[in-house]
């Protein structure tokens, strides 16, 4: 339980919405504790942020918290400074922060709705490796572990979110490439449909259906017959972010159970 010994790490959107299961955030922010980093979790809410924390300290783990908007340029740069402050460096980013709030079809979108999901999707990816790629290349090393969606690579109903998916991707193999000489690896997680308290409650209060019925309705869809859970997603995050994949970036790597290997 030491894939990550010594290492700091940011879990940015680490807090979550409240619900039965566990999600992508907070659930890697737990792992990353496990395997030995110090975790800092950043949430809009810090209530939600310091829940993971309390969790994560009722395991033995190290966790701090602490609450921004990372939607802005301004508040990225504050969570890197305050983090490097309290703890002298960053080996690991992982950006996790995402809505699709408001999207809708390529005719129905809204200029607002999808200035707002690309302020929170795709904006927290970009200035978040802003800041944070200066301290990594101090340090001659860093991970950074970006979130997408499988909606980036498939098709998706909503413009918003698949568009600012797909540019996580781009964006993502790109400073790859620009970074790998100072060490640092850049790589993605694309989540299929995965069971989350975001997943779940979300979709209840914009469908009509009722939570069992819409459960099994994902299920449906995954081939390997079930959705996945914030562990799954993770657990692959735990991997990116430690030495085991030392030579790997500029990847984009679904979990998924399978569904992107439908798409042609």
């Known amino acids: 339980m030491d894939r990550l010994s010594g290492k700091v790490a940011v879990v940015m959107g680490g807090g979550q919405t409240p619900g039965p299961t566990i999600g992508n955030g907070r659930a890697t922010a737990v792992l990353f504790a496990r395997e030995g ?5 950043v949430d809009r809410d810090l209530d939600r942020a310091g829940d993971t924390v309390r969790l994560i300290g009722e395991e033995g783990g190290t966790a701090d918290a602490i609450g921004g908007d990372v939607s802005t340029d301004e508040g990225c740069g504050a969570v890197v400074e305050e983090v490097v402050a309290r703890h002298g460096r960053l080996d690991v980013l992982h950006n996790n922060v995402g809505i699709g709030v408001g ?12 200035h707002h999901i690309q302020q929170v999707n795709l904006d927290s990816v970009v200035f978040a490796c802003k800041h944070a790629l200066p301290v990594m290349r101090r340090q001659a090393g ?9 909606a980036a690579i498939a098709p998706f109903p909503g413009v918003g979110y698949k568009v600012t998916k797909a540019a996580i991707n781009a964006y993502s193999q790109s400073i790859a490439v620009a970074n790998a000489r100072y060490g ?11 069971e989350t308290p975001m997943a779940i ?3 209840l209060e914009s469908r009509d259906i009722t939570r069992e019925q819409l459960i ?12 996945g859970e914030g ?6 995050a ?6 085991e994949a030392r030579f790997v970036t500029g990847v984009a790597l679904p979990v998924d159970g399978g569904q992107s290997a439908r798409v042609a």
């Open 238 to 243: 735990v991997f990116l972010a430690s030495d």
């Open 103 to 114: 999207d809708a079809s390529a005719t129905r979108i809204t200029a607002e709705a999808l």
């Open 201 to 203: 409650e979300s979709n």
């Open 37 to 41: 980093a110090q975790v800092t979790v």
């Open 231 to 236: 562990w799954d997603v993770a657990w692959a």
């Open 216 to 227: 099994e309705d994902r299920h449906r869809q995954v081939p390997m017959g079930h959705m």
């Open 142 to 150: 860093g991970s950074i572990v970006n979130i997408s969606s499988i």
């Open 184 to 194: 640092i690896r850049v790589n993605v997680i694309m989540p299929g449909l995965i």
